[in-house]
């Protein structure tokens, strides 16, 4: 590997630490298409490579079950496009829960386009607010999610909202995102380029793969922000990790 990453450094990085580099989307002025581009391309990535309705059904819908919960209240921190938060809207009615869901984002962008692709589903209450910044902007739920969150922060920021979080979330949080591994950044490499064109996807999607985490520092934020409860680190779907307080979650 170490051959690779010296000779061929556009598609096998030094990925030995978490960068900081700043992803395009982040940046204000950054074109508003190509942005709504990758907003909707968000959907695919999270169904199909993050699979975060198979992590969901696992996990949140397995333990509301179990548990005999009629209605879910669910917490999407940096819900994006509110992809995942439209499904999980549909599939509590599929299962016969009662759905109450609260998207939060810091980009005023983002929240405009959730917005309008929610403003028929009064399940849902989209909420702009810093979460590092405000914690308190985060409601107490059964359950709080993030897909893609974490490796937007600071490591000192992931205990802050790992140790907020946790103290909100009356049935456990569920929190998935991306392994920092050499041959998943090849791979997304090479199928963004075919796949996700006038979008941000490419250019961010590596990046945020060198942002992301091994296993062993995700069991170190876990450590560190002093859970009070059980919690499990595991490796997820392709090229993904996730965290978890819920009891009894499946390995």
Known sequence: ???LTKNLPFLFPDLSTRSTTPELMDD???NPAHLHTTLKQ???IN???SK???LIRSHIFAHAKQHNLSTISFVDLGSG???TSLWFVQECKK???TPKVTCIDYDSRVIEFARTACAHIPEITIIQADMIANPDAIPAADYIFSNHLLHHLTDSEIRQLLTATAAKARQGILFSDLERNSIWYFGFTVLSSIFFRNSFTFYDGRVSISKGFTLKELKNYLTMSLLQRPNQSHKGALGHLYITTIPNSPS
């Open 1 to 3: 590997m170490k051959f």
């Open 28 to 30: 204000p002025a950054t």
């Open 42 to 44: 968000f959907r695919y």
């Open 47 to 49: 169904i199909y490579l």
């Open 52 to 54: 975060t309705r198979a």
């Open 81 to 83: 496009a509110c992809d």
């Open 95 to 97: 299962q016969g829960f």
